[in-house]
Structures are given as C-alpha cells and as structure tokens.
T-cell receptor, first 116, second 115 residues
Framework: SQTIHQWPATLVQPVGSPLSLECTVEGTSNPNLYWYRQAAGRGLQLLFYSVGIGQISSEVPQNLSASRPQDRQFILSSKKLLLSDSGFYLC???????????????FGEGSRLTVL | AQSVTQLGSHVSVSEGALVLLRCNYSSSVPPYLFWYVQYPNQGLQLLLKYTTGATLVKGINGFEAEFKKSETSFHLTKPSAHMSDAAEYFCAVIRWNSGNTPLVFGKGTRLSVIA
C-alpha cells in the first residue's frame, strides 16, 4: 500500500532563517506531488505541484520554492523565512487521472511551522 | 474554471442530530467531487467521492453525500452526529479528464458537536 511521510512535524524558526520541509511517498511510482499551506482560520492554499522529476508549477508568488530531486521526494524550501510563512504545511500525492484513477489526493500528517 | 463554495464556515449541532454540510460547485464539464475531513493538527482524510454512476455516495464514519447536477450541489450528511465528528470538512472538485489539474478546495466548514 502507498504511504506518505512528511517531516519535521513541528518547527519553530526565527525570521530570516532558512526552511526545508521534506516529503516522501512509498508504494507508488510517478505520483503527482503537492504542497499546500493552511494559515490560521483559513482554507487550503495550493503552493506548488509537480508531475515529474524537476517539473514544478508554482501557484502563488512568494519567498518559498519547491524541488523534486527524485520521483517520490518533494521538498519545500525558503532561504529567508517571513512571519507570514507561519502555518500548517501539507504534502499530498495523487495518481495521474486515468481509467483507474480519479485524481483524489492523499495527504501527509502535516508540518506546523511557527516563525518568530 | 471549476470552483467550490461551502456555505457556512462553522456549523454546530447537538449530539444525535442530523449533520448537513453544504457544498456547491461550478464546473462546465462533469466533475469529480470529494469530501475530506481534517482533525486538529492532522492531514486531510478522504471521506467519500463521486465520480460516475450512483449519485448517492456512502463514505466512512456513516457519512454520505448526494450529487445533484440540477442544483450543482454535493451536500454531506450524517443522520446522527457523534462527538468524534467534530472536525473541519472540505469539499473539493476536479474536472473530469483534466489531466493533472489539482483539486480545487472549498474554504472548509468547521463542525462542532454539542453534548
């Protein structure tokens, strides 16, 4: 069966420090990968998605970036964190839509980032 | 472009009462529709989905939803609320045959269950 792992679960960082959140998927190949963010009291905001190694689509311009160095690895980074980067970050994967796949997302457990 | 509207950011029900969470979608082509649940400090978990076929879809934890094309709705219901149902619920839509287009989520509805 497929599993998704996301770490760290909790992170407290000072303003201006770098960030690296990592996500890996097991039990499937060539998944679509996604990073979402939830700010307090707000819904889900899609940040990045990737349909293959090295292919990243950015949905929102900001000081975050994403990379996909391997097929089942997705990394969210920042060189200098802002206070507004605080939130709950969720990684997700899906199989490409096709005759047997309906595109639903499978989420990791999330990473809570607090920027002070 | 497809979109989802969830009516009511917060719904409160008594334990044992009917749960009704509303979701309306906008899509120019047949949609796939989903409901997810999120418990505090956790990721989202798929409750149920509609793709094709039967319009009444049953999910986990006693929830069900009915796809009504004429009303462009996909409301989530449960006959009797339990304390453990307290969570955030998200409706989502994807356009059929849209390739790799990500799901579009509603803003969520927080369900509170009162003892």
């Amino acid at each position: 069966s497929q599993t998704i792992h996301q770490w760290p679960a909790t992170l407290v960082q000072p303003v201006g420090s770098p960030l690296s959140l990592e996500c890996t998927v097991e039990g499937t190949s060539n998944p679509n990968l996604y990073w979402y963010r939830q700010a307090a009291g707000r819904g889900l905001q899609l940040l990045f998605y990737s349909v293959g190694i090295g292919q990243i689509s950015s949905e929102v311009p900001q000081n975050l970036s994403a990379s996909r160095p391997q097929d089942r690895q997705f990394i969210l980074s920042s060189k200098k964190l802002l206070l507004s980067d605080s939130g709950f970050y969720l990684c997700a994967w899906s199989a490409p839509i096709g005759p047997k796949n309906t595109g639903e997302l499978f989420f990791g457990e999330g990473s809570r980032l607090t920027v002070l | 472009a497809q979109s989802v509207t969830q009516l009511g950011s917060h719904v409160s029900v008594s334990e044992g009462a009917l749960v009704l969470l509303r979701c309306n979608y906008s899509s120019s082509v047949p949609p796939y529709l989903f409901w997810y649940v999120q418990y505090p400090n956790q990721g989202l978990q798929l409750l149920l989905k509609y793709t094709t076929g039967a319009t009444l879809v049953k999910g986990i934890n006693g929830f069900e939803a009915e796809f009504k094309k004429s009303e462009t709705s996909f409301h989530l219901t449960k006959p009797s609320a339990h304390m453990s149902d307290a969570a955030e619920y998200f409706c989502a839509v994807i356009r059929w045959n849209s390739g790799n287009t990500p799901l579009v989520f509603g803003k969520g509805t927080r369900l509170s269950v009162i003892a």
